[in-house]
T-cell receptor, first 112, second 111 residues
């Protein structure tokens, strides 16, 4: 089992460019999440998908869109990247409720 | 509402003990603990539920005081491998809702 995989691992964008971060899990989990991590800020939820076919905003959704493509895959799109979106992005999956989340290795994104 | 963790950082020598606290201004239904080593993804440690149930993989001790709306993680006889940043997370609301994480406590264990 690969667990949660993310692509790419690193990315540099120029302001205004767009890109999609990919996430896939092979644990048959219903819930998937996108977080961003900035120094001293902890993990902040961008969007989540409680189950296939549903998505909801988290704490910091502005500037992002998501797609739950199927049960395995949950993508995060930056339509017009801004320097404030420079961060490390983690995808995670879990069963709904009081269950552990499994995190992917992260994508380090720099917007110039 | 983001839970508040204390201390923000702590340095220990091998074998020493530490306590990391997590408190909330609203009612807690559960507290989730994760550890993140430098440059890696967060890894699950344990969940503490109302009523005293605990779920976890690690031999780490923790408490959950529902009345005080806080949880504490006890790291005893610390090892070098305990180094990392510890995060607590609490559900946004009751039931199946996503977690809100604290800002983390950085623990450094030195020889």
């Amino acid at each position: 089992n690969a667990g949660v995989t993310q692509t790419p691992k690193f990315q540099v964008l120029k302001t205004g460019q767009s890109m999609t971060l990919q996430c896939a899990q092979d644990m048959n989990h219903n819930s998937m999440y996108w977080y961003r991590q900035d120094p001293g800020m902890g993990l902040r939820l961008i969007y989540y998908s409680a189950s296939e076919g549903t998505t909801d905003k988290g704490e910091v959704p502005n500037g992002y869109n998501v797609s739950r493509l199927n049960k395995r895959e949950f993508s995060l799109r930056l339509e017009s990247a801004a320097p404030s979106q420079t961060s490390v992005y983690f995808c995670a999956s879990s069963e709904p409720g009081e269950y552990e989340q499994f995190f992917g290795p992260g994508t380090r994104l720099t917007v110039l | 509402q983001q839970p508040v963790q204390s201390p923000q950082a702590v340095i220990l020598r091998e074998g020493e003990d530490a306590v990391i606290n997590c408190s909330s201004s609203k009612a807690l239904y559960s507290v989730h603990w994760y550890r993140q080593k430098h440059g890696e993804a967060p890894v699950f440690l344990m969940i503490l539920l109302k009523g005293g149930e605990q779920k976890g993989h690690e031999k780490i001790s923790a408490s959950f005081n529902e009345k005080k709306q806080q949880s504490s993680l006890y790291l005893t006889a610390s090892q070098l491998s305990y180094s990392g940043t510890y995060f607590c997370g609490t559900p946004r609301n009751s039931g199946n809702t996503p977690l809100v994480f604290g800002k983390g406590t950085r623990l450094s264990v030195i020889a």
